[in-house]
């Protein structure tokens, strides 16, 4: 199972990034998938979390409204477009599945708002 990030990147305030997570080693139909993310001398949180069929999401509420998070799973990637970006989302992103009772995370994807 391998859960790889892409997207990251330096952005201005207001600005937007549209971060993507692919996943191999098995097929994401059938998972809950969630984002998390992780700043500076801070705690991981969660960001978003997404159903497999996409019927049911949730978020944080520090990005209700701003962030969207979808999934392929034809092509076995889920996405989170990020807009309205803030310093104070500055962090590393990580994709998660829990998959036969083990939890998985990516390497994480950069994301740092500033100007």
């Known amino acids: 199972v391998q859960l790889v990030e892409s997207g990251g990147g330096l952005v201005q305030p207001g600005g937007s990034l549209r971060l993507s997570c692919a996943a191999s080693?098995?097929?994401?139909?059938?998972?809950?998938m969630s984002w998390y993310r992780q700043g500076l001398e801070k705690e991981r949180e969660l960001v978003a979390g997404?159903?497999?069929?996409?019927?049911?999401?949730n978020y944080a509420e520090s990005v209700k409204g701003r962030f969207t998070i979808s999934r392929d799973n034809a092509k076995n990637t889920v996405y989170l477009q990020m807009n309205s970006l803030k310093p104070e989302d500055t962090a590393v992103y990580y994709c998660?599945?829990?998959?036969?009772?083990?939890?998985?995370w990516g390497q994480g994807t950069l994301v740092t708002v500033s100007s």
């Open positions: 080693g098995f097929t994401l139909r059938g998972y809950w």
């Open positions: 997404i159903s497999y069929t996409g019927s049911f999401i």
């Open positions: 998660n599945v829990r998959y036969g009772g083990t939890e998985y």
